[in-house]
């Protein structure tokens, strides 16, 4: 899972790019507001779902440009694209090979995952943060999820339009759609505590003190199973009407990580801890992909190296390099990454122009 060409047109401060790469590091560093993270971004759209700035489509395209961006990257033989057009702005459209996929197919091909200065916020924000995070990190392993988790919130939509009718709706109707919701709903639901459970399993052997090994806890929530979630819904349809939307279900579960060694909830740790924790969800994920699908995912590490002290730095560049696997890196100072291995691509980016160094 590498990519060897990424091409951009019309996308945030790139008009057309075409940036040849290979397995190994990526090493983007020059000033703020360069295109760095923009050029992450742009991977990170080769994945499900809005990318790692969750930023609205309409915010991606070139300002000076009519309004459609295209990202398109060579994986050996295999190309994907992605991007907008004229006659659907408001939904992104993607090819494999030439031929229209739906956009949650990319997951069969890629398994990316990032770590961003935003996402220091994830334990202190609300829980739709820390469901996306996991949901990504499920979808990295099980591709499927993604379309389970879009049929969940479609049935879902579909049935909040239906219990705001005037009239209250034909039972039959409900019925059938309860019968999906639940169905799709304990499909992601499973996928997650499957999921955590060979992460928590992960983590603890990969722990090496580098990171503060975390511990991942879903939220105690005993709507799982079809039947219970079926059921639940059928219960609640009074209250669900009142109240304008589905009260009960997986779009509403939370997780709690947890210090592995002080037992103490990530939002009580230092953000240096946090961070720490992050890594090491990451860094075990990898593994754990790497050992369920046969080869690394792509990591974006968006100024990862800035906040960490010169060992841990040298040690994490020296521990992925060690890995494989292809590992996009930025930086606003080349000198960050002198310990990065031989055989790096190194470029410098500035206002929407990219140099090999
Ligand atoms: N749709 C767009 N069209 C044109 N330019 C855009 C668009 N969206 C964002 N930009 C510009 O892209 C520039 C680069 O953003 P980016 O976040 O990639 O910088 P960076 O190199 O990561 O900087 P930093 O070191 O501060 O994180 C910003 O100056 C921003 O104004
Ligand atoms: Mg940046």
């Avoid at 295109?35 to 779902?49: C, D, H, R, Y």
């Avoid at 696997?325 to 930086?331: A, K, N, R, S």
């Amino acid at each position: 899972m590498t990519i060897s060409r990424l091409t951009l047109q019309n996308f945030r401060n790139y008009p057309q790019l075409r940036l040849e790469v290979a397995p190994g590091f990526i090493v983007l560093s020059g000033e703020n507001g360069a295109g760095k993270t923009n050029i992450l971004e742009a991977v990170s759209l080769l994945s499900p779902g809005r990318g790692l700035r969750r930023a609205a489509l309409k915010d991606i395209s070139y300002e000076n440009s009519d309004g459609d961006f295209a990202v398109a990257a060579e994986l050996g033989d295999v190309q994907l694209g992605t991007g907008t057009s004229a006659e659907y702005p408001e939904r992104r459209k993607t090819r494999v090979n030439g031929a229209a996929v739906p956009t949650n197919d990319l997951a069969q091909w890629l398994s990316i995952l990032w770590l961003t200065p935003a996402m220091d916020r994830l334990f202190m924000e609300g829980a739709s943060g820390r469901r996306n995070f996991l949901d990504r990190l499920v979808t990295a392993l099980e591709p499927n999820h993604a379309r389970n988790c879009a049929r969940y919130d479609a049935a879902r939509r579909e049935r909040n339009r239906l219990l705001a009718d005037e009239y209250m709706p034909d039972t039959e109707w409900l019925d059938a759609l309860d019968g999906q919701l639940a169905s799709f709903g304990a499909a992601v639901a499973e996928a997650r505590v499957r999921i955590t459970e060979a992460l928590n399993i992960r983590l603890k052997i990969t722990d090496d003190g580098l990171f503060a090994a975390a511990k991942l806890k879903l939220d105690d929530n005993d709507l799982r199973s079809e039947n219970a979630l079926q059921q639940a819904l059928r219960v609640n349809r009074q209250a669900d009407r009142a109240a304008g939307r589905t009260l009960k279900g997986p779009h509403r579960a939370d997780m709690t990580v947890f210090h592995g060694t002080k037992g103490q909830a990530a939002e009580k740790c230092s953000t240096g801890e946090q961070k720490a924790l992050l890594f090491s969800i990451i860094l075990a994920h990898a593994d754990l992909i790497a050992e369920k699908r046969g080869s690394r995912p792509i990591l974006l590490l968006d100024e990862v190296a800035a906040h960490l002290d010169p060992r841990r730095r040298a040690a994490l560049f020296s521990k992925l390099a060690e890995k494989g696997g292809q590992v996009w890196l930025t930086g606003t100072e080349p000198e960050l990454f002198k310990d990065v291995p031989d055989g790096a691509l190194h470029f410098q980016v500035a206002e929407g122009t990219i140099t090999k160094c």
